[in-house]
């Protein structure tokens, strides 16, 4: 799954798991993203935009 907001292209980080014997282990950071139909700024999208997002454009996108 591609996992990127269409909006503002926010995409997985990395880092590492730390256990309490500070041994390390490579993990990825996850955004948040749901798989939607929206039109925003006059254009209609369909895939994944992050929630972030949806809460700043509330006003501006409307779900199709």
Not at 6 to 35: D, E, I, W, Y
Not at 42 to 61: F, L
Request: proline fraction near 5%; charge should be positive.
């Amino acid at each position: 799954m591609a996992r990127r907001c269409l909006l503002c292209n926010k995409g997985p980080k990395a880092g590492k798991n730390v256990a309490h014997s500070k041994k390390t282990t490579p993990r990825r950071f996850l955004p948040n993203v749901q798989k939607r139909v929206f039109k925003f700024e006059g254009k209609v999208y369909k895939g994944y935009i992050c929630t972030r997002c949806m809460r700043t454009y509330k006003s501006e996108i409307v779900y199709l």
